[in-house]
């Protein structure tokens, strides 16, 4: 977990002090929610979660893209980590001379996930669906929803983080 959080601040600090124009093709999201895990093996609980997501949209298409999102969370002591590859689908909405691209977002995806921890690993199903706002050019706030899903466990998040365009 100290892993984590440190190279999320590295990842911070890197898109911060660079502070040079960015494309709207690449997004570095972080973020931080609630999580609720039940499943036969492990019992129900809540917890918090923190991660972030590699996005890229495809030049060609607005509407599509790839990511990549890794995230930990805890349940019963057990402390999980999550990483998952993704297909996106985004409905840029708000088009104008400041955001050419768009400044709100609504957006799907979904992908397969490897969940491991102490004692377990399993592959499970990754959706996930929210709204992006761009506040400035560069920089968005955005909530989402998701679901993991497999034979062995369910778990349910809901975040909110910051994104950063580059």
């Known amino acids: 977990m100290k892993k984590l959080v440190l190279l999320l601040v590295v990842c911070v600090l890197a898109v911060t002090i660079a502070g040079q124009p960015v494309s709207a093709e690449t997004n570095l999201n972080l973020y931080l ?32 893209g790839v990511g990549f999102d ?8 057990i402390d999980l980590l999550a990483e998952s590859g993704l297909a996106m689908l985004r409905v840029p909405l708000g088009k104008d001379s400041q955001y050419p691209t768009g400044k709100f977002f609504p957006y799907l995806a979904a992908g397969p996930a490897l969940i491991s921890g ?8 990754d959706f996930k669906g929210g709204i992006a706002w761009y506040v400035d ?22 975040v909110g983080g910051i994104q950063f365009k580059f």
């Open 118 to 125: 102490t004692g377990m690993a399993t592959l499970a199903l």
């Open 33 to 64: 929610g609630m999580s609720n895990a039940s499943s036969l093996k492990v019992k129900e609980g809540r917890s918090s979660v923190i991660g972030g997501r590699l996005q890229y949209w495809l030049p060609t298409n607005e509407f599509f």
């Open 137 to 158: 050019t560069n920089l968005a706030i955005f909530g989402e929803h998701r679901l993991l899903n497999s034979t062995e466990i369910e778990i349910q998040q809901f």
């Open 70 to 77: 890794i995230f930990s969370f805890k349940t019963n002591a």
